[in-house]
């Protein structure tokens, strides 16, 4: 497996006040890693630096090998690469929904990457049914329901085919038939090569995707990085850890 991501003494504050301390991470390519901590261990931050949200305030953040800081993500063409290359699905997906219907809301990235009509049009199509949204394709996101935002945003961002997605809580608000949707559709992704780092507290639920357990701990630091399996049968650290 060749290193996709590779952080090293990460911190980052909001306002003075700690949000990640000292965090070094390895993401290797194929993978699925679940990040795993209680709330405000530092996960929702970890993941909006790893998509250029946030720049931290010390350390070092290199994806396939390039350095990433507030500078090259200012140069247009080094911002679209990136970009490209790894997507963010918020936890609440009305964040990331702003156009006027769900065609418009899937076209936009693909659109920004300046592929002619014909391109857009079979990717927007092509997610819409990989999401078995076609129904929704000329509705207005505001209207519909969490379960279908969440897919919307999902397809939005399989429109620009990045090699790494990134999912903050993903399940938050799913009835049980949108989470095995969405089970299913991780697990094609991984075997299609896709790179997943996915927060969350649904730890049993997920058994069957994620190889990886990066656990966070409440003084926002790694606690521990092992195989997902290994960490979630040990009942007695992720109670230490206060996510059981």
Not at 131 to 149: A, C, F, M, Q, T
């Amino acid at each position: 497996m060749s290193t996709l991501i590779q952080l090293e003494d990460i911190s980052y504050s909001y306002d003075n006040h700690p949000a990640l301390s000292d965090v070094n991470l390895t993401i290797e390519a194929g993978k699925a890693y679940a990040l795993i901590g209680e709330n405000g261990s530092g996960k929702s931050t970890l993941l909006k630096i790893i998509n250029g949200l946030l720049y931290p305030s010390s350390g070092t953040y290199q994806f396939m090998g390039n350095k990433i800081t507030s500078k090259t993500l200012r140069h247009k063409q080094g911002s679209r690469q990136f970009h490209q290359r790894i997507g963010f699905v918020f936890q609440n997906p009305e964040v990331q929904l702003f156009s006027p219907t769900v065609y418009e809301e899937l076209a936009f990235a693909p659109r920004q990457m300046q592929l002619d009509e014909i391109e857009v049009k079979q990717r927007v199509m092509d997610c819409l049914k990989m999401l078995n949204i076609e129904h929704l394709i000329h509705r207005e996101p505001i209207y519909l329901s969490d379960g279908e935002k969440k897919r919307v945003a999902i397809a939005s961002v399989l429109t620009a085919n990045p090699q790494v997605l990134t999912l903050d809580e993903p399940l938050n608000g799913l009835d049980p038939r949108s989470k095995r949707f969405l089970l299913q559709l991780m697990l094609k992704l991984k075997a299609a090569g896709k790179t997943i780092i996915c927060s969350t507290h649904d730890l049993n639920y997920w058994k069957s995707l994620f190889d990886v357990a990066v656990v966070m701990n409440d003084q926002k630091k790694i606690e521990k990085v092992a195989p997902y399996n290994q960490i979630i049968e040990d009942e007695a650290f992720l109670t230490q850890m206060n996510v059981m």
